[in-house]
């Protein structure tokens, strides 16, 4: 840019001997004028607090995702703790933990099953007939569990209270 600043019909690389060559000086305004390092400085420090405070307020508006981890079981489980109101929450894990016995050998045939399938997804070569008798499996294992933890269900949603059993209802209707 400075080069284009110089006048025509000089040579560039220096100025000419004499008089400072300030265009103001010539009798008409200076074409360029050069911000200081100061005001450099300053306005990107302005811009970087705007980002921020835009980066900042994307952060904090944006809506909470509540976080289920687990897979299966462990996340419906979450799923529902999280929405019955806090005083049922010990009573539902309560009754889970008590007929656990009742339900973990079920449960833990359904996992290795899932372990197969995931396994045979994976493999490669792709074997279609491995998959869908894995899938096959998972699905016999599924009824089987699904079956012994009915009642286990059925036993922690007596545990909870009139509205943590609406809350629940409400929660499985928004989730559909």
Request: aromatic share 6%; glycine share 8%.
């Amino acid at each position: 840019m400075r080069a284009l600043a110089q006048p025509l019909g000089r040579p560039r690389g220096g100025r000419p001997a004499g008089p400072p060559a300030d265009p103001a000086h010539r009798g008409g305004p200076a074409l360029i004028t050069w911000p200081s390092g100061r005001a450099l400085l300053g306005a990107a420090f302005g811009a970087s607090l705007v980002v921020n405070l835009v980066l900042a307020g994307l952060l904090l508006t944006r809506p909470a995702v509540p976080e289920h981890r687990g897979r299966g079981l462990d996340r419906m489980v979450n799923r529902i703790e999280a929405t019955l109101p806090a005083e049922d929450r010990p009573k539902f894990r309560a009754v889970l933990e008590a007929e656990r016995p009742d339900y973990a050998q079920e449960l833990a045939a359904l996992r290795a099953a899932g372990r197969v399938v995931d396994a045979a997804m994976a493999r490669e070569p792709f074997d279609a007939a491995d998959l869908r008798a894995a899938l096959a499996e998972w699905s016999a294992r599924w009824a089987t569990f699904n079956a012994a933890f009915t009642e286990t269900m059925v036993h922690a949603m007596q545990a909870v209270s009139p509205a943590g059993r609406a809350q629940i209802a409400a929660a499985r209707q928004q989730g559909r």
